[in-house]
């Protein structure tokens, strides 16, 4: 385990087959730090759009967050069907 206090992720992703949001950051990031006080992140994910069954939607995004401390997080998913692309946008409030 990393004995991290403090982190600051600013990343933009393109081509994951899901959305960048709360589920991954807690079960990838925050689970595997345990002494992690503080975590400010600002996060883009972008998907090529490949004929999916199921796309998220901004409220799956938002309840996504459920449980974390610092509950000022935005949110939001588009979906750009000219560009065959979709994108989701996290930050946490102090950006």
């Known amino acids: 385990m990393i004995n991290l206090e403090e982190l600051d992720i600013r990343l933009v992703v393109y081509g994951k087959k899901i959305f960048i ?14 002494r992690l ?11 090529p759009l ?5 796309l998220s939607s901004n409220e799956d995004c938002h309840l996504s967050f459920n449980g ?5 997080i935005i949110s939001c998913v ?8 979709g994108q989701c946008y996290i930050y946490s409030y102090s950006y």
């Open 78 to 85: 588009d979906y750009f069907p000219d560009r065959k692309e």
């Open 37 to 47: 006080n503080k975590f400010v992140f600002n996060i883009r994910s972008r998907l």
């Open 50 to 54: 490949n004929d999916q069954v199921y």
């Open 21 to 34: 949001d709360g589920y991954d950051l807690k079960y990838n990031i925050i689970n595997n730090l345990l």
């Open 68 to 72: 974390f401390k610092n509950n000022k």
